[in-house]
Protein backbone atom coordinates (compact mmCIF):
# COMPACT_ATOMS: atom_id res chain seq x y z
CA UNK A 1 0.00 0.00 0.00
CA UNK A 2 1.37 3.27 -0.83
CA UNK A 3 2.03 5.78 1.85
CA UNK A 4 0.01 8.53 2.54
CA UNK A 5 1.91 11.49 3.95
CA UNK A 6 0.23 14.64 5.62
CA UNK A 7 2.90 17.71 5.33
CA UNK A 8 2.10 20.14 8.08
CA UNK A 9 3.70 23.66 8.66
CA UNK A 10 4.12 25.06 12.20
CA UNK A 11 5.07 22.60 14.33
CA UNK A 12 5.34 23.05 17.50
CA UNK A 13 3.11 25.86 17.49
CA UNK A 14 -0.02 25.75 19.32
CA UNK A 15 -2.40 24.94 16.44
CA UNK A 16 -0.48 22.22 14.78
CA UNK A 17 0.69 20.35 18.28
CA UNK A 18 -3.34 19.95 18.79
CA UNK A 19 -3.66 19.50 15.18
CA UNK A 20 -1.94 16.66 15.05
CA UNK A 21 -3.13 13.82 16.75
CA UNK A 22 -7.01 14.94 15.52
CA UNK A 23 -5.39 14.28 11.54
CA UNK A 24 -4.18 10.87 12.93
CA UNK A 25 -6.75 9.72 14.77
CA UNK A 26 -9.08 11.13 11.58
CA UNK A 27 -7.17 8.68 8.88
CA UNK A 28 -5.43 5.84 10.50
CA UNK A 29 -3.72 4.86 7.19
CA UNK A 30 -1.69 8.34 6.94
CA UNK A 31 1.47 9.50 8.75
CA UNK A 32 2.45 13.14 9.05
CA UNK A 33 5.76 14.99 8.43
CA UNK A 34 6.17 17.68 10.39
CA UNK A 35 8.14 20.24 8.37
CA UNK A 36 10.21 22.48 11.18
CA UNK A 37 12.91 24.94 10.97
CA UNK A 38 16.25 24.00 11.92
CA UNK A 39 16.57 25.73 15.23
CA UNK A 40 12.71 24.53 16.57
CA UNK A 41 13.76 20.54 15.92
CA UNK A 42 14.97 19.85 19.40
CA UNK A 43 11.23 21.43 20.75
CA UNK A 44 9.67 19.36 17.86
CA UNK A 45 10.85 16.62 18.87
CA UNK A 46 10.12 15.99 22.78
CA UNK A 47 6.62 17.65 21.67
CA UNK A 48 6.24 14.66 18.97
CA UNK A 49 7.37 12.48 22.11
CA UNK A 50 4.85 13.86 23.73
CA UNK A 51 2.22 13.14 22.05
CA UNK A 52 3.11 9.86 21.20
CA UNK A 53 2.21 8.49 17.59
CA UNK A 54 5.66 6.79 17.07
CA UNK A 55 6.75 6.52 13.85
CA UNK A 56 3.64 7.69 12.47
CA UNK A 57 5.19 11.71 12.95
CA UNK A 58 8.56 12.15 11.38
CA UNK A 59 10.20 15.58 12.33
CA UNK A 60 11.72 16.37 8.91
CA UNK A 61 14.39 20.02 9.13
CA UNK A 62 13.34 22.15 6.59
CA UNK A 63 12.44 26.08 5.66
CA UNK A 64 9.60 27.44 4.04
CA UNK A 65 11.45 30.65 2.96
CA UNK A 66 13.88 28.29 0.68
CA UNK A 67 13.05 27.12 -2.59
CA UNK A 68 12.30 23.67 -2.45
CA UNK A 69 11.32 24.14 1.18
CA UNK A 70 15.09 23.88 2.04
CA UNK A 71 15.34 19.61 1.10
CA UNK A 72 17.61 18.01 -0.76
CA UNK A 73 16.19 16.75 -4.12
CA UNK A 74 15.90 13.12 -3.35
CA UNK A 75 14.23 14.52 0.48
CA UNK A 76 11.75 16.71 -1.33
CA UNK A 77 10.96 14.14 -4.83
CA UNK A 78 10.49 11.58 -1.96
CA UNK A 79 7.90 13.77 -0.23
CA UNK A 80 6.18 14.98 -3.10
CA UNK A 81 5.72 11.10 -4.09
CA UNK A 82 4.06 10.32 -0.74
CA UNK A 83 2.07 13.12 0.04
CA UNK A 84 -1.74 13.59 -0.11
CA UNK A 85 -2.41 16.60 1.68
CA UNK A 86 -0.81 19.85 3.56
CA UNK A 87 -1.43 21.63 6.38
CA UNK A 88 0.25 25.39 5.73
CA UNK A 89 -0.08 26.78 9.42
CA UNK A 90 3.72 27.86 9.59
CA UNK A 91 2.95 32.37 9.43
CA UNK A 92 4.67 35.03 11.83
CA UNK A 93 2.02 36.32 13.79
CA UNK A 94 3.76 39.25 15.51
CA UNK A 95 1.71 42.35 14.86
CA UNK A 96 4.62 44.24 14.99
CA UNK A 97 7.12 42.05 12.62
CA UNK A 98 9.33 43.89 10.15
CA UNK A 99 8.27 43.50 6.52
CA UNK A 100 11.28 42.02 5.08
CA UNK A 101 10.43 39.07 8.03
CA UNK A 102 6.91 39.21 7.43
CA UNK A 103 7.12 39.16 3.81
CA UNK A 104 10.30 35.83 4.04
CA UNK A 105 7.78 33.66 6.08
CA UNK A 106 4.09 34.65 5.32
CA UNK A 107 4.53 35.36 1.28
CA UNK A 108 7.48 33.93 0.12
CA UNK A 109 7.71 31.05 1.97
CA UNK A 110 3.71 30.55 1.39
CA UNK A 111 4.88 30.44 -2.47
CA UNK A 112 7.00 27.90 -1.73
CA UNK A 113 4.62 25.83 -0.21
CA UNK A 114 2.36 25.73 -3.26
CA UNK A 115 4.64 25.29 -5.49
CA UNK A 116 5.16 22.31 -3.47
CA UNK A 117 1.47 21.45 -3.59
CA UNK A 118 1.94 21.67 -7.14
CA UNK A 119 4.37 18.70 -7.42
CA UNK A 120 2.13 16.56 -5.50
CA UNK A 121 1.00 14.52 -8.07
CA UNK A 122 -1.46 12.37 -5.62
CA UNK A 123 -2.74 15.64 -3.74
CA UNK A 124 -6.24 15.49 -2.08
CA UNK A 125 -6.39 18.85 -0.27
CA UNK A 126 -4.24 22.12 0.77
CA UNK A 127 -5.38 22.88 4.10
CA UNK A 128 -3.90 26.69 4.37
CA UNK A 129 -4.73 28.87 7.38
CA UNK A 130 -5.39 32.46 7.05
CA UNK A 131 -7.27 34.45 9.11
CA UNK A 132 -9.95 36.84 9.04
CA UNK A 133 -7.63 40.11 9.67
CA UNK A 134 -6.81 39.92 5.55
CA UNK A 135 -9.92 42.36 5.40
CA UNK A 136 -7.16 45.20 6.87
CA UNK A 137 -9.18 48.65 7.90
CA UNK A 138 -12.29 47.60 5.86
CA UNK A 139 -15.10 48.18 7.74
CA UNK A 140 -18.78 47.23 8.23
CA UNK A 141 -19.53 43.56 6.66
CA UNK A 142 -16.74 41.24 5.00
CA UNK A 143 -18.08 38.13 3.29
CA UNK A 144 -15.81 34.93 3.05
CA UNK A 145 -15.94 35.38 -1.12
CA UNK A 146 -14.34 38.75 -0.65
CA UNK A 147 -10.38 39.59 -0.62
CA UNK A 148 -9.17 42.51 -2.33
CA UNK A 149 -11.23 45.49 -1.96
CA UNK A 150 -8.46 48.16 -2.19
CA UNK A 151 -8.20 48.10 1.82
CA UNK A 152 -5.38 49.30 3.71
CA UNK A 153 -3.84 47.44 6.67
CA UNK A 154 -2.83 47.92 10.27
CA UNK A 155 0.67 46.21 10.55
CA UNK A 156 3.08 44.14 8.08
CA UNK A 157 0.98 40.92 9.25
CA UNK A 158 -2.17 41.48 8.24
CA UNK A 159 -0.52 42.98 4.75
CA UNK A 160 1.56 39.74 4.13
CA UNK A 161 -0.96 37.62 4.99
CA UNK A 162 -3.35 39.32 2.58
CA UNK A 163 -0.18 39.05 0.25
CA UNK A 164 0.07 35.54 0.80
CA UNK A 165 -3.79 34.28 0.31
CA UNK A 166 -3.40 36.12 -2.71
CA UNK A 167 -0.83 33.51 -3.99
CA UNK A 168 -3.10 30.83 -2.41
CA UNK A 169 -6.27 31.45 -4.11
CA UNK A 170 -4.48 32.06 -7.56
CA UNK A 171 -3.24 28.46 -7.55
CA UNK A 172 -6.54 27.11 -6.85
CA UNK A 173 -7.70 26.30 -10.40
CA UNK A 174 -5.13 23.73 -10.49
CA UNK A 175 -4.59 22.59 -6.11
CA UNK A 176 -7.65 21.61 -4.46
CA UNK A 177 -7.57 24.08 -1.51
CA UNK A 178 -9.56 25.09 1.55
CA UNK A 179 -8.48 28.41 2.88
CA UNK A 180 -9.70 28.93 6.69
CA UNK A 181 -9.47 32.41 8.15
CA UNK A 182 -9.53 32.10 11.86
CA UNK A 183 -10.01 35.36 14.04
CA UNK A 184 -8.21 35.80 17.09
CA UNK A 185 -7.56 32.42 18.97
CA UNK A 186 -7.32 31.61 22.49
CA UNK A 187 -7.20 28.91 24.91
CA UNK A 188 -9.33 25.58 24.76
CA UNK A 189 -13.03 26.03 25.93
CA UNK A 190 -13.10 23.26 28.18
CA UNK A 191 -9.49 23.68 30.04
CA UNK A 192 -8.50 27.61 29.34
CA UNK A 193 -5.08 26.06 28.01
CA UNK A 194 -3.23 28.13 25.78
CA UNK A 195 0.09 28.03 24.60
CA UNK A 196 0.98 32.27 25.88
CA UNK A 197 -0.44 34.94 26.75
CA UNK A 198 -0.83 37.24 24.21
CA UNK A 199 -3.56 38.86 22.33
CA UNK A 200 -6.51 39.01 24.38
CA UNK A 201 -4.69 38.03 27.19
CA UNK A 202 -3.19 41.83 27.17
CA UNK A 203 -6.24 42.81 28.48
CA UNK A 204 -6.39 40.28 31.34
CA UNK A 205 -2.83 41.32 31.94
CA UNK A 206 -4.19 45.23 32.26
CA UNK A 207 -6.70 44.16 34.62
CA UNK A 208 -4.45 41.60 36.69
CA UNK A 209 -1.98 44.64 36.85
CA UNK A 210 -4.74 47.17 37.89
CA UNK A 211 -6.00 44.58 40.44
CA UNK A 212 -2.23 44.17 42.13
CA UNK A 213 -1.64 48.04 42.46
CA UNK A 214 -4.94 48.12 44.57
CA UNK A 215 -6.81 50.14 41.53
CA UNK A 216 -10.20 49.40 40.02
CA UNK A 217 -9.82 48.07 36.34
CA UNK A 218 -10.57 50.43 33.65
CA UNK A 219 -11.82 50.11 30.24
CA UNK A 220 -9.39 51.79 27.78
CA UNK A 221 -11.74 53.76 25.21
CA UNK A 222 -15.12 52.98 24.06
CA UNK A 223 -14.28 49.40 22.86
CA UNK A 224 -17.90 49.28 20.69
CA UNK A 225 -16.84 47.66 18.16
CA UNK A 226 -17.59 43.37 17.75
CA UNK A 227 -14.02 41.64 18.70
CA UNK A 228 -14.16 38.55 17.47
CA UNK A 229 -12.41 35.55 19.63
CA UNK A 230 -12.82 32.05 19.29
CA UNK A 231 -11.46 28.95 20.78
CA UNK A 232 -8.59 26.59 19.91
CA UNK A 233 -10.53 23.75 19.77
CA UNK A 234 -13.35 25.36 17.92
CA UNK A 235 -10.24 25.62 15.17
CA UNK A 236 -9.02 22.67 15.65
CA UNK A 237 -12.65 21.13 14.97
CA UNK A 238 -13.02 23.02 12.25
CA UNK A 239 -10.07 21.92 9.93
CA UNK A 240 -10.20 18.75 10.59
CA UNK A 241 -13.72 18.40 9.88
CA UNK A 242 -13.09 20.43 6.58
CA UNK A 243 -10.02 18.39 5.85
CA UNK A 244 -12.27 14.86 5.83
CA UNK A 245 -14.83 16.34 3.51
CA UNK A 246 -14.66 16.75 -0.17
CA UNK A 247 -16.89 19.86 -0.15
CA UNK A 248 -15.05 22.07 1.53
CA UNK A 249 -12.73 21.89 -1.13
CA UNK A 250 -12.71 25.39 -2.99
CA UNK A 251 -14.21 27.22 -0.01
CA UNK A 252 -12.70 30.03 1.70
CA UNK A 253 -14.48 29.81 5.33
CA UNK A 254 -14.69 32.27 8.50
CA UNK A 255 -13.46 30.86 11.88
CA UNK A 256 -15.17 33.31 13.65
CA UNK A 257 -17.88 33.00 16.26
CA UNK A 258 -20.76 34.03 14.30
CA UNK A 259 -22.34 36.54 16.61
CA UNK A 260 -19.44 38.52 18.20
CA UNK A 261 -20.01 40.71 21.32
CA UNK A 262 -18.14 43.82 21.30
CA UNK A 263 -14.90 44.05 23.21
CA UNK A 264 -16.22 46.86 25.86
CA UNK A 265 -18.83 43.67 26.46
CA UNK A 266 -15.80 41.45 26.64
CA UNK A 267 -13.71 43.36 28.73
CA UNK A 268 -16.40 43.81 31.13
CA UNK A 269 -16.76 39.68 31.22
CA UNK A 270 -12.85 39.30 32.08
CA UNK A 271 -13.32 42.03 34.92
CA UNK A 272 -15.47 40.00 36.55
CA UNK A 273 -14.24 36.89 36.10
CA UNK A 274 -10.89 37.79 37.13
CA UNK A 275 -11.49 40.78 39.75
CA UNK A 276 -14.92 40.38 40.38
CA UNK A 277 -16.04 43.84 39.77
CA UNK A 278 -17.30 45.82 36.25
CA UNK A 279 -15.24 48.53 35.29
CA UNK A 280 -16.93 51.69 35.92
CA UNK A 281 -14.25 54.11 34.27
CA UNK A 282 -13.29 54.75 30.63
CA UNK A 283 -10.31 56.34 30.25
CA UNK A 284 -10.40 58.29 26.81
CA UNK A 285 -8.53 56.53 23.66
CA UNK A 286 -6.40 58.98 23.25
CA UNK A 287 -4.94 59.00 26.27
CA UNK A 288 -4.45 55.26 26.32
CA UNK A 289 -2.86 55.23 22.75
CA UNK A 290 -0.36 57.95 23.74
CA UNK A 291 0.85 56.45 27.17
CA UNK A 292 1.22 52.36 24.98
CA UNK A 293 4.21 54.57 23.16
CA UNK A 294 6.20 55.35 26.26
CA UNK A 295 7.79 52.08 27.44
CA UNK A 296 7.68 52.55 31.23
CA UNK A 297 3.65 52.86 30.75
CA UNK A 298 3.38 49.57 29.04
CA UNK A 299 5.11 47.72 31.52
CA UNK A 300 2.50 49.39 34.19
CA UNK A 301 -0.44 48.44 31.83
CA UNK A 302 0.99 44.60 32.22
CA UNK A 303 2.94 45.10 29.06
CA UNK A 304 0.57 45.36 26.50
CA UNK A 305 1.30 46.34 23.05
CA UNK A 306 0.03 49.28 21.32
CA UNK A 307 -0.59 47.33 17.86
CA UNK A 308 -3.17 44.49 19.91
CA UNK A 309 -5.51 47.67 21.45
CA UNK A 310 -5.93 48.56 17.90
CA UNK A 311 -8.35 46.11 17.33
CA UNK A 312 -10.39 46.81 20.04
CA UNK A 313 -11.78 49.84 18.03
CA UNK A 314 -12.00 48.29 14.51
CA UNK A 315 -15.65 47.90 13.39
CA UNK A 316 -15.62 45.30 10.85
CA UNK A 317 -18.23 42.29 10.95
CA UNK A 318 -16.74 39.20 9.34
CA UNK A 319 -19.96 37.25 7.48
CA UNK A 320 -19.63 33.15 8.53
CA UNK A 321 -22.71 32.13 6.52
CA UNK A 322 -21.03 29.21 4.28
CA UNK A 323 -18.96 28.35 7.45
CA UNK A 324 -22.17 27.74 9.67
CA UNK A 325 -23.57 26.21 6.52
CA UNK A 326 -20.72 23.29 6.27
CA UNK A 327 -20.14 23.13 9.53
CA UNK A 328 -23.21 22.82 11.12
CA UNK A 329 -24.04 19.99 8.85
CA UNK A 330 -21.10 17.63 11.04
CA UNK A 331 -22.42 19.59 14.29
CA UNK A 332 -19.47 22.07 14.72
CA UNK A 333 -19.76 25.09 16.36
CA UNK A 334 -18.33 28.03 17.83
CA UNK A 335 -19.59 28.42 21.35
CA UNK A 336 -20.29 32.02 22.68
CA UNK A 337 -17.76 34.07 24.25
CA UNK A 338 -19.60 33.78 27.88
CA UNK A 339 -19.02 29.83 27.97
CA UNK A 340 -15.31 29.81 27.51
CA UNK A 341 -14.05 32.77 29.43
CA UNK A 342 -14.10 31.19 33.17
CA UNK A 343 -12.07 28.28 31.74
CA UNK A 344 -9.59 31.08 30.00
CA UNK A 345 -9.93 33.27 33.49
CA UNK A 346 -9.14 30.51 35.54
CA UNK A 347 -6.01 29.41 33.31
CA UNK A 348 -4.36 32.37 33.55
CA UNK A 349 -4.79 32.77 36.77
CA UNK A 350 -3.06 29.34 37.64
CA UNK A 351 -0.14 30.67 35.37
CA UNK A 352 -0.31 34.67 34.91
CA UNK A 353 3.53 34.35 36.51
CA UNK A 354 4.96 31.50 34.42
CA UNK A 355 7.72 32.91 32.08
CA UNK A 356 6.76 29.95 29.74
CA UNK A 357 3.36 31.82 29.08
CA UNK A 358 4.83 34.87 28.29
CA UNK A 359 4.16 36.63 24.98
CA UNK A 360 7.40 36.86 22.32
CA UNK A 361 9.50 40.43 22.74
Known amino acids: MATRTILLTGFPGFIGARLIPRLLDADPQAEIVALVEPRMVARAEA ?16 DITRPRLGLDEATYRALAADTVAVHHLAAVYDLAVPLPIAESVNVEGTQNVVDFCRDCARLERHNYVSTAYVAGLRRGRVAESDLAAGQAFKNHYESTKFAAEVLVRASMDDVPTTIYRPAIVVGDSRT ?20 RRGLPPAQPGHMRAPFNVVPVDFVIDAIVTGAGDAAFAGETLHLVDPEPISAADLYGLLCREYAGVSPRLRLPWSLVDASLRVAWMRRLLGGTPRESLEYLHHEVRYDASRATALLGRHGVRCPPTAAYVGPMVRFFREHEDDPAYAPAR
Do not use: N
Open 192 to 211: GETQKFDGPYFLLRTIAAAV
Open 47 to 62: MAADIGRGARLRIVPG
